[in-house]
């Protein structure tokens, strides 16, 4: 099994940042994609920054040249940027992985996993 845990969410006034973390922890072989999604009140979820395990990233529209995702790949751990906040980016932020896992010393997989979110408050 694996759990994916987010921190560093919290309340910022307009035009502040944060930076979210997301540690994966369990039977880990490697991991291939993480991302990061949100979730606004009422809204649907939605991708907000993407990272393979090569580095090649991509981002929703809305939050290019504000966000940027990152991994440290020896510590299975993504973080998010986030800068320039602007009230739209309130949300329940979630992070997401695409697990090799190791199951009686043999890589099997992908299975994905889901964090339980952290919650991120813009103020105007």
């Known amino acids: 099994q694996v759990q994916l845990v987010e921190s560093g969410g919290g309340l910022v006034q307009a035009g502040g940042s944060l930076r979210l973390s997301c540690a994966a922890s369990?039977?880990?072989?490697?991991?291939?994609?993480m991302g990061w999604y949100r979730q606004a009140p009422g809204k649907q979820r939605e991708l907000v920054a993407g990272?393979?395990?090569?580095?090649?990233?991509n981002y929703a529209d809305s939050v290019k040249g504000r966000f940027t995702i990152s991994r440290d790949n020896a510590k299975n751990t993504g973080y998010l940027q986030m800068n320039s906040l602007k009230p739209e980016d309130t949300a329940v932020y979630y992070c997401?992985?695409?697990?090799?896992?190791?199951?009686?010393?043999?890589?099997?997989?992908?299975?994905?996993?889901w964090g339980k979110g952290t919650l991120v408050t813009v103020s105007s």
């Open positions: 997401n992985a695409e697990v090799m896992q190791l199951y009686r010393g043999v890589p099997s997989g992908p299975r994905e996993y």
């Open positions: 369990g039977s880990i072989y490697s991991i291939n994609r």
């Open positions: 990272i393979t395990s090569g580095g090649s990233t």
